[in-house]
């Protein structure tokens, strides 16, 4: 079965405590991005990968790392999280090409205390 | 820079009856543009996207858009609304190379028995 998948699916730390939220997609996507949902904001995008070792900030990267090693991975690292990073959480993937839909994991869960 | 605008944070319909969700969105050069769907606790799931050509696409669902370049609408639209279409809907933009994806603040669709 085609899918993205995201671990874990809930997290409660504290302010500080690095943390890496995982995601690996089985459909051999050259594209990977990373989104937080927020109420009321929609969507916003924090880091993209068009391939292997290749990485572009979105719209709001500060406070977020990511790496892009392997194909089928792309990991978002929170190297000192703290509260404004409670969010909810989605890694998507794609073909490349603008007219590619994107797949979505269920979404991460972090609630930083 | 993209941008895309859903001006209704809430839409009620009856079951049985037409459905409209609005979507405007401002691009440099020519959009790429999709709609998503999104159930609690899950990721988004593509509905429907517009790269070129007929201006009334069809999608999943029994769901639809039509494409308006001049007003820059891509308004969702399904003839008879079920009560399962209730969800969350977003309308995306994403640029040519692929890179940057910039959605709506979502919209709630609630259909009543």
């Known amino acids: 079965e085609a899918q993205v998948t995201q671990n874990p699916r809930y997290l409660i730390t504290v302010t500080g405590k690095k943390l890496t939220v995982t995601c690996s997609q089985n459909?051999?996507?050259?594209?990977m991005s990373w989104y937080r949902q927020d109420p009321g904001l929609g969507l916003r995008q924090i880091y993209y990968?068009?391939?292997?070792?290749?990485?572009d900030k979105g719209d709001v990267p500060e406070g977020y790392k990511v790496s892009r090693k392997e194909k089928r991975n792309f990991p978002l690292i929170l190297e000192s999280p703290s509260p404004n990073q409670t969010s909810l959480y989605f890694c998507?993937?794609?073909?490349?090409?603008?007219?590619?839909?994107?797949?979505f994991g269920d979404g991460t869960r972090l609630s930083i205390l | 820079a993209q941008s895309v605008a859903q001006p209704e944070d809430q839409v009620n319909v009856a079951e049985g009856n037409p459905l409209t969700v609005k979507c405007t969105y401002s691009?440099?050069?020519?959009?790429?543009l999709f709609w998503y769907v999104q159930y609690p606790n899950r990721g988004l799931q593509f509905l429907l996207k517009?790269?070129?050509?007929?201006?009334l696409v069809k999608g999943s669902y029994g769901f639809e858009a039509e494409f308006n370049k001049s007003q820059t609408s891509f308004h969702l639209k399904k003839p008879s609304a079920l009560v399962s279409d209730s969800a969350l809907y977003f309308c995306?933009?994403?640029?040519?190379?692929?890179?940057?994806?910039?959605f709506g603040d979502g919209t709630t669709l609630t259909v009543k028995p």
């Open positions: 998507a993937s794609s073909g490349i090409g603008g007219g590619q839909p994107q797949h």
């Open positions: 459909m051999n996507h050259e594209y």
């Open positions: 990968s068009m391939n292997v070792e290749v990485t």
């Open positions: 691009v440099s050069g020519n959009p790429y």
């Open positions: 517009y790269i070129t050509g007929d201006n």
């Open positions: 995306a933009v994403r640029d040519t190379n692929a890179g940057k994806s910039t």
